[in-house]
């Protein structure tokens, strides 16, 4: 009697224990394990190569006074109710003609730094890809719905963290009714401008610099610090991601969209009415945040720009220049990660169960082994 009473007293107990591990523990960390909330890890790391920023330059006015008039003008404006534009006339040939074009109303100079702040490659850019002193320089325009056409100037090369570069750009139309105000830059890379279209960055924000080209004799220092930042779901191509969401539209499919053009790689569309089809599929709340989730690059660089103004000896008003250089040999990485994953996971229950029950695996399987031998002998 004394045995049983033993025995339901460690049944008892073993249930009282087990009934308090699932409810104080088991539970709470199934749940967390199962929600993958995740964090960031970060980490400093000394390079010698870093890779070139994708800049984006868009001007103010957005079209030409001479040809769009004085009101205010972006291409959401115009898709909306531009009456300027006639029905018959094509939207595309507007935009060419009302767009500031490149070495004709904007010129822009890339100069090229060595380790040794000699001068490497000295060029004025043009539209299309380019092998310059065998330095590779991809220039293309891009509609965008708030700034109009811009300008998107990349590089695949890498640099030592010492080089820097000058951007020079100059407003050719300076003394006619054409002349710009302002230029607007993104300091953005190949996964990450692509937010400039509908001025949308949810998973990361870049900053916009503004530069006035009223203001003489000053050039401005942009000291960069790089970040790279990785998820663990992202689109290793954003733009493959976003040409897939155009893909699943079945009532504009005659053409791409003109801001939803990339690259000059898709045929876009040349009509008003096309174009305007586009943009009322693309920017309804749910077809809207689809496009957002194209948006999230597996992985990415960022950089974090500061503007320094500098006084220089010129009496121009029409140039803005800029010098980038990189604030050190170090790269800060961002990656996201589980805040539990499997094998904490395990451990951790693991290890609960042991404190709760004294549970130990080794103890019960060699407990079922020897049972086996047992049971092996009795045959």
């Known amino acids: 009697r004394i045995q049983k009473l033993k025995i339901l007293g460690d049944v008892i107990l073993f249930v009282a224990l087990f009934i308090s591990f699932l409810v104080l523990y088991f539970i709470n960390e199934t ?3 199962l929600k993958a909330r995740t964090t960031f890890a970060s980490s400093t790391e000394e390079v010698d190569k870093f890779s070139l920023p994708a800049l984006v330059f868009c001007f103010e006015p957005s079209y030409k006074p001479s040809i769009y008039g004085n009101g205010s003008a972006d291409l959401s404006t115009i898709l909306e109710k531009e009456k300027s534009i006639k029905k018959e006339q094509k939207l595309s ?30 060029h004025n850019l043009e539209d299309g890809q380019k092998v310059m002193d065998n330095f590779q320089i991809d220039v293309y325009q891009t509609q965008t719905l708030k700034y109009g056409l811009c300008y998107l100037i990349e590089s695949g090369e890498i640099v030592s963290p010492e080089v820097s570069f000058d951007v020079i750009v100059k407003d050719l139309n300076s003394n ?11 300091v953005a890379s190949p996964e990450t401008w692509y937010g400039i279209i509908s001025l949308s960055w949810p998973y990361f924000e870049l900053e916009m610099f503004s530069f006035s080209f009223d203001i003489p004799n000053t050039y401005y220092w942009m000291d960069m610090s790089v970040t790279s930042k990785s998820y663990l779901n992202g689109h290793k191509s954003v733009e493959e991601c976003i ?5 699943t539209n079945d009532a504009c499919k005659k053409c791409s969209p003109l801001f939803f053009s990339f690259k000059n790689k898709m045929p876009s569309c040349q009509s008003y009415e096309d174009n305007q089809c586009w943009y009322h599929w693309s920017f309804i709340e749910k077809t809207y945040s689809e496009y957002k989730k194209c948006l999230k690059p597996m992985k990415s660089t960022l950089y974090e720009t500061k ?3 500098f006084e220089k000896a010129s009496n121009q008003s029409n140039i803005v220049e800029l010098r980038f250089g990189y604030l050190s040999d170090e790269i800060n990485i961002k990656e996201e990660t589980l805040m539990m994953e499997t094998s904490a996971y395990i451990g951790s229950v693991g290890g609960s169960l042991g404190l709760f029950l004294g549970f130990s695996f ?4 060699s407990y079922c082994i020897d049972k086996l031998f047992e049971l092996c002998n009795k045959f």
């Open 243 to 247: 040409e897939n969401w155009l893909a």
């Open 31 to 33: 749940n967390d394990y």
């Open 307 to 309: 503007s320094v103004p």
């Open 93 to 122: 040939d507007f935009l060419k003609s009302a767009s500031y074009k490149l070495n004709e109303d904007i010129q822009i100079e890339l100069i090229m730094y060595d380790d040794n702040n000699n001068i490497a490659v000295k």
């Open 362 to 365: 080794f103890t019960y399987l």
């Open 176 to 186: 006619n009714s054409n002349k710009l105000s302002k230029m607007n830059l993104f």
